[in-house]
């Protein structure tokens, strides 16, 4: 079993720039992905991005191209996803997940999920 925590989440002006880190209680396998998923109310969740523990490999929803940075720290196994240029369509429940998916954007073939942080940017 594996525990996923996260933190860093916030109310922030829209522009600024918000860290969020998932803190994972071990990397069980290191094939594993961490990602994070997002879930704006009333909405579906949606992938936002995720890193591969055993080559950092990492890939990106197009939403978060060129704002948002997912990068970690294998030693500590944390997974952190760093926001900039932050807008009011980007409050949503963030959550961090683990798993080995075959579609990485499918929320349903994580097998880990934290509890989940709330981003809220006011305009």
């Known amino acids: 079993q594996v525990q996923l925590t996260e933190s860093g989440g916030g109310e922030v002006q829209a522009g600024a720039s918000l860290r969020l880190s998932c803190k994972a209680s071990?990397?069980?396998?290191?094939?594993?992905?961490v990602a994070w998923f997002r879930q704006a109310p009333g909405k579906e969740r949606e992938f936002v991005a995720a890193r591969k523990w055993i080559d950092e490999t990492t890939h990106y929803a197009d939403s978060a191209k060129g704002r948002f940075t997912i990068s970690g720290d294998n030693a500590k196994n944390t997974v952190d996803l760093q926001m900039k240029s932050l807008n009011p369509e980007d409050t949503a429940v963030y959550y961090c997940?683990?798993?080995?998916?075959?579609?990485?954007?499918?929320?349903?073939?994580?097998?880990?999920w934290g509890q989940g942080t709330q981003v809220t940017v006011s305009s």
């Open positions: 071990r990397r069980l396998n290191d094939r594993f992905l």
């Open positions: 997940a683990m798993g080995l998916p075959q579609t990485i954007t499918y929320d349903r073939e994580y097998a880990f």
